[in-house]
Structure formats: structure tokens, C-alpha cells
């Protein structure tokens, strides 16, 4: 059977668009991830005094915007170890999150959403004495 003269056949015209929609979404998030400096930055801690080119996190410790500088009045210390005093959690002197911080400044990485928010990954602390 013909199909009638007069319909005309659409093919998938809705695929199309679904396909020039969704291309231009992935380019618009492209730029604004380009502007906002990409993903390497997520990973990277601030430079400072000490080290003027900043250094990188850890995967193991950061995924994406998880890790922070943190002044050195938001970690206490007690016997049993830190103190993260704005959740209250306390990390073992001997805890394998613990790391050393390679610019002498605290940084904490903690879990940023759901169960976990405020636990933390790691903890990078200066060298006794700095």
C-alpha cells in the first residue's frame, strides 16, 4: 500500500531535536566548566607562603569540592586525637586519614552530601612545631 500524496513522511524529526538539544546543553555546560577553571582545580589546595604553586589533594581524600583549607582554630587537640570542632568528630592520633599537610596549613576533606556529610576523608596536618 502507498501512503497518500498529500501526508508527508516525518521521519524522526523528534530524534533530531532531542539530538541538536541535547548537543547544545553538553556545550553550554562545557564553557561554564571551561570558565570555572575545570576539574583539575577541584583537587587543588591554594597556594601559600610556603608553597607557592599550591599543591594537589589526593583522589583517595577529594572527590570534586570535598577538601578545604581550614583555620587552625576549627581543629583541636585532645589525648585521643583531632578534634573536628565543627561536628564534633575526633580522628585518632594514628588514623590512616590523618596525612601530612605539605604547606603547614590544616585541610580538611569530608563527605559534602547524604549519610556521611560532615565525616570526614582526610586530614591534612602541619608538622609539630609550624
Not at 13 to 22: K, P, Q, R, T
Not at 88 to 116: M, N, T
Request: with cysteine; proline share 8%.
Amino acid at each position: 500500500m502507498r501512503p497518500h500524496p498529500t501526508k508527508r513522511y516525518r521521519g524522526n524529526h523528534s530524534l533530531s531535536l532531542a539530538v541538536a538539544i541535547g548537543g547544545l546543553i553538553a556545550a553550554v555546560a562545557f564553557v561554564i566548566f571551561m570558565l570555572c577553571g575545570g576539574a583539575a582545580h577541584a583537587h587543588d589546595a591554594k597556594p601559600t607562603s610556603l608553597l607557592p604553586q599550591g599543591w594537589k589533594y589526593p583522589f583517595a581524600c577529594c572527590a570534586n569540592f570535598d577538601c578545604k583549607e581550614v583555620p587552625q582554630s576549627s581543629i583541636g587537640e585532645r589525648p585521643e586525637g583531632y578534634v573536628i570542632k565543627g561536628t564534633g568528630e575526633v580522628i585518632a592520633y594514628a588514623d590512616k586519614r590523618i596525612k601530612d599537610s605539605p604547606d603547614g596549613e590544616f585541610h580538611w576533606c569530608a563527605h559534602q552530601a547524604g549519610l556521611d556529610a560532615g565525616k570526614t576523608i582526610c586530614l591534612f596536618v602541619p608538622p609539630k612545631g609550624m
